[in-house]
């Protein structure tokens, strides 16, 4: 028998090897109704007796010197119950962001909107009315904002030791993947195109802000939180606080969206855990719509000089790049990707030559962080709005440039791109994929907007509206076994015939309390329903990562087939001699076990599990391996538009957007289709809306607000087609690869090629708003009038 | 923006004279409440300065008798309470078919969530949506402040190309275009009594601190719109980046008597491009009495954005503006009713 390749330690017990009953169902999402009913309660819907009511006080400055800060004013309001300030907590007191140890009140501010105070109050009008009685005295230090500006200036002189922690890994340091000989690659060009792109700041726009409760009662720490990973919350939280982490529990029932902006606990978690050990009380913080913007992290904004050169008949010679990301105030190389832009640009298509740089530039705007595809949308922007631009320049289709340049392996593994001790990663290896069908997806997505109309468009009849086709792939190094490189499940099969499955990861609207039960069951052969899941919350469950990076399904999935797999062959060496068969004949589907050989020889499950002890339960664990240095894991797709272009209003209408995916297979197909819906919602609104705007002179974030920071509406959404192709990939589960965060890659790239098709204009700016396509046609208009002359 | 919002008192007004009596009283303190999507976002976000304060108390006018109502009559055309909803002038068989651009205007404001708390008077009074008006760091003329951050700042969407002075905001009013051009007049209560000024002089210019001629102890009780002659022609477009919840890049709206292929009594007014609801007078005048050509359309439009001084991150609002005139008119001659 042909040894399991499942993405798992230890040995599994074979495979059922059977018709799949339950996975690839498209069953209802659990919890829908209670969230839609309004009967889920929320981290911040929930109230304890004696609740105090947090706030905290916010640095106005980008870059200042605290001088002093005086909070008796505060401590003396009646019905303040504590501030915290740099003054009265320990010298080194950290919070933890993703990884990064941040000094929880410091002498320096690095950006608009960190907390130097925190309150807790009888309730939140005090609370609001104590931190204005804090006096903060500041000098105001000349803060960095362009990050190339800040390149070309020397270094800042530092005003205290800690005020840019971590800087020394990243800021400033080129990292570089390069392969053959760029020289070369451009010489045998018989094209080379160069362009420059732009990409803007962006925010998560959760529709649940920031909230948490934590309830200190002496021994015991209980957080309820609005976070992704109820583990790597309890973990920090506990280093921070100088706890065991056997005292911390925290719990995640419902999440109100996250898309990384909640991968970790927030500053207020911490601070209001601290409030509530030094106060004895439970303690509530959540923050308001607009301290979610101005203080939590953001998307990179990024500048990317792009130079491609390829031959006439369209074979891909060379890519140069240079990457200069605005990192803002990210405290350390973990709130940073070194390589995420070029990996992406290196890995998408094939190409002999590349030399590809990428420079992280600390400065003095909020904090970054994941956001839905960190680096990866923008690096797909530049990269597939450049090929249609070659693609032009060749006479060649778009689609079949791509086509020509299929890349079957890649050169840069995952855990190489994150390795910082190595500036410069030259490799000549070739490391093949697990599985890629990326060539079917732009076959579909390109068929399904009828790809061959495009000729025809240009022969409309002239009005004030055009319209035009395009569009753009992507991939992501996805399903890839993140740090900690653990990932744990736990099913337990009792006498009564309950099955209860226990992963410690959150639900962040994926659907993951849905489809990690759908695993187990189908593993187990029972129905969806007899499956039981404890998720959310760490007291039971074993270890399980964050819900970001689209690692839950590829992380969890094999080790909940392992954990289901185990338990389930102890109940058949139950079953066995109650049916007179050997266990390795057994088999079970919908709740029956049955013989193999005979399969109208049954015994139902649970006359199965009577046969239990009930002290003590089956129990089966779980535990996912990291990924193999080869093959590559990576999920695949691409995406096409058809839109309208009012050229007198600048308005652009999509009348139809196409997206086809390689996620391996959807173990919920109805839940996995969301997901991509979610996504081409966030690409449409960074293509054509969302600008996180600063004022220029004093660095402040001037969209603070929904209303000016303009997400998409439910009239601004396309209609749209998804397809979700299927591959066999024996490391996962059910070859469930991983799915939810990056549909909204290819979006912005795909709409603004089909702008071209329409207008004949390329534009490199992102957000594509009215303002700059009514400029770029009055200009184009000026040149083609003194053309004519 | 960072805060909650803050504690203040809140009076039910059951007539106009308490309300008055009640502004008069808190002497520039409180301000009228009545839909309260604007003034509760000001609030929260501690919007103030040395000339504006905010509220310390809130007198709400909804209980007033005959504030929330719209009423037909058939020689004194319409009357809107101040506190009718954005929701029914959007959907109010009084009002369409013969006053339909009110109804296009309110079905433009917000999302359906504003408009059904979002009041007329409200959509009048409003404050800019200037992103450093809206920020509680930058105490900008507005608020009594000596600068206007704006001008050299971050003005793509929400500012004038037209009649800038010491704020270069744009009035943000989907409204007030619209009954500019019907040549609606507010009936302002006050302690005084009440009066009635035709809307156009309602508004107040760039130089000033306040957008309307209010003072701290009145308030609009309602508006007055003549009746429309038959015949008459009624064209609202709005221009914004994202389909809902967005304010006007452009607006125009465009009120005209055609007879005969005639154009008579001409109204164009333009929202999101000036201080206040723009009457495009000289446009006006180069179409009274003629029909409507497609040439004549050009020069109509031309005349429109005549004046127009964009800021160096705005200028594609004339072109934008000019081709919105065009379509309204176009429209105009196209619709039959």
């Known amino acids: ?204 726009g959760t529709i649940q802000t920031r909230a948490c409760i934590a309830d200190w009662d002496g021994h015991n720490l209980t957080v309820w939180d609005a976070v992704q990973g109820v583990w790597n919350a309890k973990l920090a939280l506990a280093d921070s606080l100088g706890l065991s982490p056997d005292n911390v529990r925290v719990i995640v029932k419902y999440l109100g969206g996250g898309f990384g902006s909640k991968a970790w606990s927030q500053r207020i978690t911490y601070f209001a855990a601290k409030l509530s050990m030094v106060t004895g009380r439970p303690v509530r913080m959540e923050r308001t719509r607009g301290e979610e913007f101005v203080n939590h992290s953001r998307r990179y904004d990024i500048k990317m000089y792009l130079k491609m050169g390829a031959k006439k008949d369209g074979t891909l010679t060379a890519i140069q790049q240079k990457a200069v ?56 922007f530049a990269l597939e709005s450049h090929m249609d631009r070659l693609a032009m320049e060749l006479g060649m289709d778009p689609l079949q440039f791509r086509m020509k340049n299929y890349a079957t392996y890649q050169t840069v593994g995952a855990d190489a791109a994150r390795d910082l001790s190595e500036q410069v990663k030259s490799y000549a290896k070739e490391i093949p994929y697990s599985s890629k069908i990326l060539d079917q997806c732009m076959k579909l997505a390109t068929d399904a907007i009828g790809w061959e109309k495009r000729r025809g468009l240009k022969q409309l009849p002239e009005t004030t509206k055009k319209r035009g086709i395009g569009m753009a792939s992507y991939l992501v190094m996805q399903g890839v076994g993140l740090v900690p490189y653990a990932a744990e499940a736990k099913v337990v ?69 392992q954990a289901a797999a185990v338990a389930r062959q102890q109940l058949f060496e139950l079953a066995a001699p109650m049916m007179g068969a050997k266990v390795e004949e057994l088999r079970s589907q919908n709740g029956k076990i049955y013989v ?21 339960p089956l129990i089966g664990m779980g535990s996912r391996a990291p990924n193999p240095a080869e093959p590559m894991m990576a999920t695949f797709g691409a995406q096409a538009v058809e839109l309208e272009v009012d050229t007198e209003t600048g308005q652009v209408e999509i009348l139809k957007l196409t997206a086809a995916q390689d996620f391996g297979k959807a173990i919920n197909p109805k839940l996995c289709v969301s997901q991509v819906y979610g996504g081409i919602e966030f690409g449409v609104g960074y293509a054509l809306m969302e600008e996180g705007l600063y004022d220029s002179k004093t660095g402040k974030l001037l969209t603070n607000n929904l209303h000016q920071y303009r997400m998409p509406t439910a009239l601004d959404y396309p209609r749209s087609e998804v397809y979700l192709t299927e591959v066999e990939d024996p490391y ?58 | 923006m960072l805060f909650e919002l803050p504690a ?22 409180a301000s009228v409440i009545a839909g309260a999507t604007d003034l509760l976002a000001l609030m929260k976000d501690r919007i103030e300065g040395p000339k504006l304060k905010v509220p310390a108390a809130l007198v709400n006018i909804k209980n007033i008798f005959g504030i929330g109502r719209i009423t037909r009559e058939k020689e004194a055309g319409l009357r809107m309470g101040a506190a009718v909803t954005l929701s029914r002038i959007a959907a109010s068989g009084e009002i369409t078919p013969k006053f339909g651009i009110l109804s296009q205007a309110a079905r433009m404001v917000g999302t359906t969530q504003i408009r059904n708390m979002g009041t007329l008077g409200g959509n009048l009074c409003q404050r800019p949506r200037c992103v450093y008006f809206r920020h509680p760091h930058f105490v900008c003329f507005k608020k009594g402040g000596t600068r206007c951050y704006a001008a050299a700042g971050e003005h793509r969407f929400y500012h004038s190309i037209l009649k800038k002075g010491k704020c270069v905001m744009a009035h943000p009013s989907d409204m007030a275009p619209a009954l500019v051009a019907l040549k609606a007049g507010a009936v302002i209560a006050g302690v005084e009594g009440e009066r009635t000024v035709p809307l156009r002089d309602f508004f107040l210019g760039p130089d000033d601190i306040g957008e309307t001629i209010l003072k701290s102890d009145e308030f609009i009780l309602a508006v007055e719109v003549p009746d429309q002659p038959a015949g008459t022609r009624q064209i609202f477009l709005k221009q914004r980046v994202r389909q809902a919840a967005d304010f006007a890049l452009a607006s125009v709206a465009t009120v005209a008597r055609i007879t005969d292929g005639i154009c008579k009594d001409i109204s164009i007014v333009l929202g999101g491009v000036a201080p206040l609801p723009y009457v ?25 954005l005549e004046g127009a001084r964009p800021l160096p991150m705005n200028q594609y609002k004339v072109d934008l503006t000019r081709a919105m005139v065009k379509r309204a008119l176009t429209s105009m001659i196209e619709s039959n009713t």
Request: glycine share 8%.
């Open chain 1, 1 to 204: 028998m042909a040894e399991s390749k499942l993405l798992v330690k230890g040995t599994v017990p074979p495979p059922l090897d059977r018709d799949l009953t339950v996975v690839g169902k498209s069953l209802d999402r659990r919890g829908a109704v209670e969230k839609v009913t309004g009967q889920a309660r929320y981290a911040g819907d929930i109230k304890l007796p004696g609740m105090l009511y947090g706030k905290t006080l916010h640095c106005p400055h980008p870059r200042a010197r605290i001088v002093k800060i005086d909070a008796s004013k505060a401590e003396a309001l009646p019905g303040v119950r504590a501030v915290l300030t740099k003054e009265n907590t320990p010298k080194g007191w950290r919070t933890t962001w993703y990884r990064v140890p941040q000094l929880a009140f410091p002498e320096c501010i690095t950006y608009e909107g960190m907390e130097v105070a925190a309150v807790a109050a009888d309730d939140i009008i005090i609370a609001q009315k104590a931190l204005e009685l804090i006096d903060v005295e500041y000098e105001v230090l000349k803060p960095m904002f362009d990050a190339e500006q800040t390149l070309a200036a020397p270094l800042p002189q530092l005003v205290a030791d800690e005020e840019y922690p971590g800087r020394e890994m990243f800021d400033r340091k080129p990292y570089i993947i390069k392969r053959g000989d760029i020289e070369r690659g451009f010489a045998e060009a018989d094209v080379v195109v160069e362009e420059t792109y732009t990409t803007q700041v962006s925010h998560h």
């Open chain 1, 325 to 380: 990301v605005n990192a803002g105030a990210a405290a350390d190389k973990d709130n940073y990707y070194i390589m995420q832009v070029i990996w992406h640009t290196s890995n998408l298509h094939a190409c002999p030559n590349v030399y590809l740089e990428q420079i992280g530039v600390y400065t003095n705007k909020q904090i970054t962080g994941p956001t839905r595809s960190p680096m990866n949308m923008q690096a797909i």
């Open chain 1, 493 to 561: 099969i009792r006498k009564d015939g309950t099955i209860d499955l226990f992963v410690g990861v959150v639900d962040i609207g994926g659907g993951q309390q849905t489809i990690l039960p759908m695993i187990a069951a189908e593993e187990l052969g029972v129905g969806a329903d007899d499956v039981d899941v404890i998720i959310g919350d760490t007291k039971e469950t074993p270890y399980g990562p964050s819900c970001h990076a689209s690692r839950c399904t590829p992380e969890m999935g094999p080790a909940i087939v």
């Open chain 1, 596 to 616: 193999k050989s005979n399969p109208s020889k049954t015994l139902p499950f649970k006359i199965a599990c009577a046969g239990i002890d009930v002290e003590k």
């Open chain 1, 732 to 789: 996962f589960a059910y070859s469930a690869k991983g799915a939810g965060e990056n549909t909204n890659a290819p979006t912005p790239a795909a709409i603004r090629n089909a702008l071209y098709d329409a207008i004949g204009i390329w534009f490199n700016d992102l957000p594509i708003t009215p303002d700059k396509i009514l400029q770029a046609i009055n200009q184009d208009h000026q040149r083609k009038k003194k053309g004519v002359r």
């Open chain 2, 8 to 29: 203040f008192e809140h009076i039910d007004a059951k007539d106009v004279k308490e309300a008055v009596t009640c502004l008069k009283a808190y002497d520039g303190k």
């Open chain 2, 280 to 304: 495009a007078k000289t446009a006006g005048e180069v179409i009274e009495g003629h029909a409507l050509t497609k040439r004549l359309i050009s020069d109509v439009a031309e005349a429109a």
